[in-house]
């Protein structure tokens, strides 16, 4: 699928969860595209503040099909919810948490922590922070996109 119609779909569904004041932010390789460390991403990760997790539910339940559960033993994030928006995959995730030697580590979306924003479409869309994506990423070992953020760092603002 091309860029524009991924951009498309993210502006769609920002335009719907901003109406309704969920709290919500893009991170994983949708941040990293969109800060210019990738060049593409396949998938729309959206992070959002466990208190609007049925509100999200309905707002993508209009617009595409809820996927069937697929749990990750490396994961105990509280609410992971798949789905499918224009052929497009949507993640959203609230309370998340990764595994990782044993231990939890407990990442709950909060207001005060987005501190960055970009405009798509007419659309303010909330992004989390590049530096919290490295610290997510090195605990769940994927050491490729820990280099990516690390070699592109230097260029970041």
Not at 5 to 34: P, Q
Not at 105 to 122: A, C, R, S, T, V
Not at 127 to 144: A, D
Request: hydrophobic fraction near 40%; aromatic fraction near 10%; charge should be positive.
């Amino acid at each position: 699928m091309k860029i524009n119609k991924k951009l498309k779909i993210l502006s769609k569904i920002g335009k719907e969860l901003n109406n309704a004041n969920i709290t919500w932010a893009v991170g994983a390789s949708l941040l990293l595209y969109l800060k210019g460390f990738l060049d593409d991403f396949q998938d729309i990760d959206i992070i959002i503040a466990e208190k609007d997790i049925s509100k999200t539910k309905k707002i993508l339940l209009k617009l595409g099909k809820l996927e069937p559960e697929n749990p990750n033993i490396k994961y105990k994030t509280k609410k992971f919810l798949e789905f499918k928006v224009d052929c497009l995959d949507i993640d959203i995730i609230a309370g998340f948490t990764i595994v990782n030697n044993n231990q939890n580590f407990y990442f709950p979306l909060k207001q005060e922590d987005i501190k960055d924003y970009i405009e798509i479409n007419g659309i303010n869309i909330p992004l989390q922070s590049v530096n919290e994506w490295r610290n997510y990423y090195s605990l769940m070992g994927r050491t490729e996109k820990v280099k990516i953020i690390d070699d592109n760092i230097k260029n970041y603002h």
